[in-house]
């Protein structure tokens, strides 16, 4: 009789432990970090920031997630997932600035805060976007960089992600307003091409503007991907020399091409405090405690305040240039 009472006892004590340790374990709010496409540097990157923020934070968690493929229509499938999971906050990097617009004012409705960074939703699609810096500023950066790489003379091209990829539409835009200055009457823009963030498809276009302009001096390629894609194209190439490539890259990825002479200056922002900066904004809000509107200074940790502008925008910071001089202290890093 004894030993039945124990039993009951302990099966009691299982049971409330249980309860208790999922109650004390599960995270209070949960994040869906939603990339382009899985298996790329610069997001991988960005996911380490995002679970430093929610270890910062503490009780949340943050669930990394993206399609195989750079489409608007495997994204929605993907944000269709975390809605059957009820996550609190969806974060976007986005393939397409109109298309997921249904799709993530579906999520609003069920009560999920929606926020896009990197590459921006429309508007009406989100709460809020976190540029990962000033459009303006991407946008000359590159064109300057291609001129410093070039001498300031010769044909060039831009190799870039997806056609309707916002950051990138956007940068190419601020490019085409710094070429119209007069210090670049040397240069001769020749053509524009898409790689859709995919490697080989990168590589491929490379390989075509090569064969279609054989004078061609420079490459501005304003995504990780496609920057590395075609510096590997002027190695393989035998063009190291002829042919320098610029844009957008992450350091522990093209320290080899800086080093063989593919090229001779690029850059990026950090990728960590950008999925870092999204985890926190998303925190913020989705703990009612912002709305991500235009004026409102958000704090986000060791990031400061992130302010508001015009469109519920904000900028995180500028582009950091990297050349000879250090990329090997940064290739360490990211």
Not at 12 to 18: E, G, L, P
Not at 71 to 97: F, M, P, W
Request: with cysteine; glycine share 8%; net charge neutral.
């Amino acid at each position: 009789m004894k030993f039945n009472k124990i039993l009951k006892l302990l099966a009691t004590f299982i049971i409330f432990f249980n309860v208790f340790s999922l109650n004390a374990f599960s995270a209070e709010m949960r994040i869906g970090l939603v990339v382009k496409a899985l298996g790329i540097g610069f997001f991988e990157a960005a996911a380490d920031g995002a679970n430093q923020a929610a270890d910062e934070i503490g009780n949340i968690e943050v669930i990394y997630t993206g399609p195989a493929t750079t489409t608007a229509e495997a994204q929605i499938e993907v944000i269709n997932s975390l809605i059957a999971q009820k996550v609190d906050a969806i974060a976007i990097s986005a393939n397409d600035r109109d298309a997921l617009v249904p799709i993530t004012k579906k999520a609003m409705q069920r009560g999920i805060t929606v926020i896009s960074w990197d590459s921006g939703i429309a508007k009406e699609g989100r709460m809020m976007n976190l540029d990962p810096s000033n459009k303006s500023l991407i946008g000359s950066s590159n064109i300057k960089w291609a001129f410093n790489s070039m001498g300031g003379e010769g044909e060039f091209a831009i190799l870039s992600a997806t056609s309707q990829s916002t950051n990138q539409n956007a940068w190419i835009e601020e490019m085409k307003k710094e070429f119209s200055k007069s210090k670049y009457a040397n240069m001769k823009w020749v053509d524009t091409v898409y790689g859709d963030d995919l490697f080989d498809k990168s590589y491929q276009e490379a390989l075509g503007l090569f064969k279609k302009f054989p004078n061609l001096k420079a490459i501005i390629a304003p995504t990780t991907v496609g920057i590395a894609a075609s510096a590997k194209a002027v190695e393989d190439k035998g063009l190291i020399g002829k042919v320098y490539v610029t844009g957008l890259g992450l350091p522990s990825e093209m320290k080899a091409f800086v080093k063989n002479g593919s090229v001779k200056q690029f850059g990026i922002w950090n990728p960590i405090d950008l999925g870092y900066s999204a985890i926190y904004l998303s925190y913020q809000i989705a703990s009612k405690k912002f709305k991500g509107k235009t004026g409102e200074c958000i704090p986000a940790g060791r990031m400061g305040k992130i302010c508001v502008e015009d469109d519920n925008n904000a900028a995180m910071a500028d582009p950091f240039i990297f050349d000879k001089s250090n990329i090997d202290k940064f290739s360490k890093i990211f």
